[in-house]
């Protein structure tokens, strides 16, 4: 019976997730993005850690740990910084407009469902409902990445999109072997701090974050 | 094969590639001694040579000797070398050997004023070059020999790029590394094709394969594509003009004498050997393209004013002389008449042989030409025989051979070959039938040019007056680049002097691939094919006639004169000033070929005005299929290109779109 008071929560728990990849479509200012990226990576930790308690696959605690520690709190922070030290916190207008943005990724929500009903009936987790979600919040992190200008946003993106594919291989197969998901950690800790020297020098360079100006290194 | 034999000549495979192995020793050792100069020139190239020598010994005994196989584990793993030896093989060692023996003899001379940082790397590539070749001979899968084909080609890029600081020299090597890799490309799919889809890339596995008739032509037309990219078949021939004026010397001589005959080696090896069935039209192909070739070179290389340009287009010729002979190997060979068959391929390999010698020794005469006067253009040369005369006579015992005169060499194969032509009416298609004397004329043809065209180029370059005052002190050859050129031109001579034993030595590569051999109908002063009543030939009797009767005629004028002579001022023809700009002229040799064939190429000239101060003419006959075919390939490409790189924005979004596209589509795909 515990087992399916459990799987309520993580079912809830990747509903907050979807909601909160909505959320960061929408945000237009860089803070609030950074702070619901921070809650994103709770939820995330929370849902891994109640999938580890409930299945007793005691790797996923370790995993738990590691987003709690990088994603909640390590990275939020250092992106706090690195806005105030950069001053960027006011986001212009993305792209494409943000209702339209809202719709296409409601098509994109749809679609991840469709994909993900034949690949959750092969797998034989208890948390295999959820995977449709975790792909759909791989896709929404993706379509931020290209409606955003600002390099941060961008970088974002890409980590939301990390914490998605990270859901993922939790609701499929209870987690990538340790291993791997060390690895995966190391690189998005020194690739965000890559980026982040990265930002300094696109400012010195161009006076701006934004990247349109990038389209002037291109070979003509 | 009997016990005996076997034990008698023990892995003889092994000795040859313990030959490469001490090349590669030789050319990395040279990287060791990058700052030694004297000791790279005046030690390692002899080594080298040695080495040479000692692979023309293994190609001896490899004639005779029953084939050797090894396999070396090296390379990737599960992926060995395999080699073998046998008499084909062995034959094109004693041709590379032979060559590159003189070639390299000559190179310790040639060399010797380099930089040393230049230099050591060019004792690299040229010690790799030459193990590259005798790898390509040896290998006996697919894989080793592309490797070692790829190991040639660059090598000799590398080579021809020396002085790589003349943007026309990058550029000349660039255009060879890419037909170079094109004919590669080419290969590759030809023993894709010829494994059969096995898996399993040893020839010996691919001799077994039994393949349908259109599959066999197919590997037929990629193998003849890709080494033809690489021999210098029309159209694939233009990187032989630019590559070979750009190469030292040393290198022209070795890519042009050696390894344009590793293509006719590989595709020897693909049709007679590892395919199992042979079609008529085949032969109707390359003979056709063979021609087409020879003529095609020759008429370029009678309107070249550039000696080493010259010289590229003749061996054009020549790899076209060599292929038609193949072809016609290959129409007499799916016609039933073996012995036939046999004639030519005497004639083919031994063609091959000769250009080795004669035109490795062209290449380095003109090699200590440019060295004496730094000059190419044969406007700016003229009556070196006066100053440099070792070179000017040894260069003349080439150009001698290679127009086809006896008792040279180039006489014998091609008097062989057109034996073959004039034999032919016994085939069973009436239209080929009709057709080859036709060829046999455009054979005749183009050996009558080449004739001609040697007239041009050791006329102007050797004889008459120096058309610059600086060519009066013209140095001659060193020793090293007299005796490389010694050994040559006596590989011209006694190829000349005595075919009866060189085709003896042939017999076992002709049965090994035609399955019979030729019978020589005369003695050992005599060569007779098919039968003495119909024709032979008996070169040291010639010769012996050919030196009394100038002996005589030498003695008897002597005599005549003796004490008549009259000295006094020649009749001047009403020009009591005469210059050396009053000589015929390289341009003006050519004129009436160009006259005559200007529908092949497109003329580009400039005329000085009536008024201009310092007039100037320059003609250029250029190749008509750069602008035909090789533009329009060009230009489609960069178009191409073009479209694909309206792709790029520059603008991330962009660039994400793309892979969110592609990562969507993959989804779709995937969950089908």
């Keep these: 019976m515990s087992l399916t008071y459990h799987l309520q929560v993580v079912n809830l728990l990747a509903a907050l997730l979807l909601l909160i990849s909505f959320a960061m479509l929408s945000q237009r200012r860089i803070i609030g993005l950074v702070t619901l990226f921070a809650w994103q990576g709770a939820a995330l930790a929370l849902s891994t850690a109640i999938v580890a308690w409930s299945t007793g696959q005691h790797h996923l605690y370790y995993s738990a740990g590691l987003t709690l520690i990088l994603k909640v709190i390590a990275m939020p922070w250092f992106f706090y910084r690195l806005v105030k030290k950069l001053d960027v916190d006011r986001e212009v207008e993305p792209m494409i407009n943000i209702p339209t943005t809202m719709l296409i990724g409601i098509v994109l929500v749809i679609f991840a469902f469709n994909l993900a009903l034949p690949i959750s009936q092969m797998s034989g987790t208890v948390t295999r409902s959820t995977l449709g979600i975790a792909m759909a919040c791989v896709l929404l992190a993706f379509l931020m990445m290209i409606t955003r200008r600002k390099a941060i946003t961008q970088v974002i993106g890409f980590l939301a999109m990390e914490n998605g594919l990270f859901f993922a291989a939790t609701s499929a197969s209870y987690g990538m072997p340790l291993v791997v998901e060390m690895g995966v950690a190391l690189d998005v800790l020194v690739g965000v701090f890559v980026l982040g020297i990265f930002f ?21 | 094969m009997t016990e005996s034999s076997m034990t008698q000549f023990p892995d003889l495979v092994n000795w040859a590639w313990a030959g490469v192995l001490y090349w590669l020793v030789l050319g990395f050792g040279a990287l060791l001694l990058q700052r030694q100069r004297r000791l790279l020139t005046s030690l ?157 890339y040893t020839f010996n596995s691919m001799r077994l394969a039994e393949m349908t008739p259109f599959w066999a032509s197919a590997v037929y037309l990629l193998a003849l594509f890709g080494f033809g990219a690489k021999a210098g078949l029309v159209p694939m021939h233009v990187w032989l003009p630019e590559a070979h004026p750009a190469a030292p010397s040393p290198v022209s001589a070795l890519m042009s004498g050696v390894m344009l005959k590793t293509a006719i080696y590989g595709l020897l090896r693909v049709t007679f050997d590892l ?136 006489f014998v194969s091609e008097w062989l070959l057109l034996q073959a032509f004039l034999l032919t009416p016994g085939l069973t298609q009436p239209y080929l039938n009709m057709v080859i004397p036709v060829a046999a004329a455009s054979v005749a043809l183009a050996a009558a040019l080449a004739a001609y065209v040697m007239v041009k180029f050791f006329g102007v370059v050797f004889l008459g007056q120096p058309r610059d005052p600086a060519l009066h002190h013209a140095h001659e050859a060193s020793w090293p680049e007299r005796l490389g050129m010694i050994w040559l031109a006596a590989g011209c001579a006694l190829l000349g002097l005595f075919p009866a034993q060189v085709i003896d030595r042939l017999a076992p590569v002709v049965r090994l691939l035609s399955g019979q051999t030729l019978v020589n109908d005369g003695n050992w002063l005599m060569l007779a094919p098919v039968s003495a009543e119909r024709a032979s030939y008996a070169p040291l009797i010639f010769f012996a006639v050919v030196a009394v009767v100038l002996l005589l005629t030498f003695v008897w004028v002597r005599r005549i004169y003796h004490g008549r002579v009259r000295r006094a001022d020649p009749w001047d023809c009403g020009y009591p000033e005469q210059d050396a700009r009053m000589q015929d002229t390289a341009e003006g040799f050519g004129q009436p070929i160009r006259q005559i064939f200007e529908s092949f190429m497109r003329v580009e000239r400039e005329r000085p005005d009536p008024f201009d101060r310092h007039p100037r003419y320059t003609s250029a006959s250029l190749d008509k299929l750069w602008f035909l075919l090789y533009e329009p390939i060009a230009r489609l490409a960069s178009w191409i290109s073009d479209q694909a790189g309206r792709l790029q924005h520059g603008r991330i979004q962009w660039y994400l779109i793309y892979s969110f596209a592609t990562l969507i589509f993959l989804l779709v795909f995937v969950t089908r």
Excluded at chain 2, 114 to 142: E, I, S
Excluded at chain 2, 341 to 355: E, Q, R, S, V
Excluded at chain 2, 365 to 379: F, I
Aim: glycine share 12%.
């Design chain 2, 44 to 200: 390692v190239f002899p080594l080298g040579a040695l080495g040479a020598l000692f692979m023309a010994g293994v190609g001896l005994v490899g004639l005779v000797a029953p084939p050797s196989a090894v396999i070396l584990p090296i390379g990737l793993p599960d992926l060995p070398f395999h080699l073998r030896l046998d008499a084909l093989s062995a034959f094109f060692l004693v041709l590379l050997g032979g060559a590159s023996f003189g070639v390299t003899v000559y190179a310790v001379g040639y060399f010797r004023n380099m930089r040393a940082g230049p230099l050591g790397l060019l004792v690299l590539w040229y010690h790799l070059f030459l193990g590259g070749m005798v790898t390509v001979l040896l290998a006996d899968d697919a894989y080793a020999f592309m490797v070692a084909w790829e190991v040639m080609a660059l090598s000799s890029y590398f080579l021809v790029t020396t002085d790589h600081k003349i943007p026309d020299i990058r550029r000349a090597g660039f255009l060879y590394l890419l037909i170079a890799h094109v004919g590669a490309v080419a290969l590759l799919l030809c023993f894709g094709l010829l494994q059969g889809g096995h898996g399993d």
């Design chain 2, 275 to 410: 395919l199992n069935v042979q079609i008529g039209w085949w032969g109707t192909l390359a003979l056709a393209l063979g021609l087409l070739t020879a003529l095609y070179g020759v008429i370029f290389a009678a309107v070249q004013s550039d000696m080493k340009r010259l010289l590229a287009w003749s061996s054009i010729e020549n790899i076209g002389v060599i292929l038609a002979a193949f072809g016609l190997t290959l129409i007499f060979y799916t016609d039933g008449k073996g012995a036939l068959a046999a004639l030519t391929l005497t004639a083919l390999l031994y063609h091959a042989l000769n250009h080795a010698f004669f035109k490795g020794l062209l290449f380095v005469g003109t090699g200590s030409v440019l060295h004496a006067t730094g000059e190419r253009r044969m406007g700016k040369l003229g009556g070196l025989i006066r100053f440099m005369p070792w070179t000017a006579w040894l260069t003349l015992v080439g150009a001698l051979a290679i127009a086809g005169l006896p008792p040279l060499n180039g």
């Design chain 1, 200 to 220: 300094f020098q696109i400012r010195e360079t161009f006076d701006s974050l934004d990247l349109k100006h990038m389209e002037k290194l291109k070979e003509h």
